[in-house]
């Protein structure tokens, strides 16, 4: 059995946005780290996720998915049971995704004045 998700997983104060790196859009490098330990299905994803609707999660997951990053595997009988779980190339971007998260750590001051500089001059 994985282990939930945590629900602090990210940090609500961290907008992703704010890095100038994405992984396929705003959630695909949040949904990578989400599978990192296992499938998860729909609704665990959502948990540590909780700024994204179903809709752009869905969204989200299906570029993964045709990406080759992630893959979706429905499991039978009642009740319906879809789960998403990295494939290996998908696990191969854990690597690029945590370097990315150390720069941003080592730059996010940097990357904070710049946010708040240009929002001075609008």
């Known amino acids: 059995m994985v282990t939930p998700l945590d629900p ?30 296992g499938p998860r299905r729909f609704s665990e994803l ?14 989200s997951l299906r570029r993964l998915e045709a990406s080759g990053l992630v893959r979706r595997a429905e499991q039978p009988g009642p009740p319906r049971r879809v789960e998403y779980a990295l494939t290996p190339l998908g ?16 730059h996010w001051d940097e990357l904070l ?7 001075r001059a609008d």
Not at 46 to 59: E, I, M, W
Not at 113 to 119: F, K
Request: aromatic share 8%.
């Open 46 to 59: 959502r948990v540590p996720l909780r700024g994204v609707s179903a809709k752009a999660l869905t969204a």
């Open 8 to 37: 602090e997983m990210f940090d609500p104060l961290c907008p992703s946005d704010l890095s100038p790196f994405r992984f396929g859009d705003k959630w695909g490098g949040m949904v990578i780290r989400c599978l990192e330990g």
């Open 91 to 106: 696990r191969s971007m854990l690597g690029p995704i945590e370097a990315v998260c150390a720069w941003n750590r080592e």
């Open 113 to 119: 004045d710049a946010r708040e500089g240009v929002a």
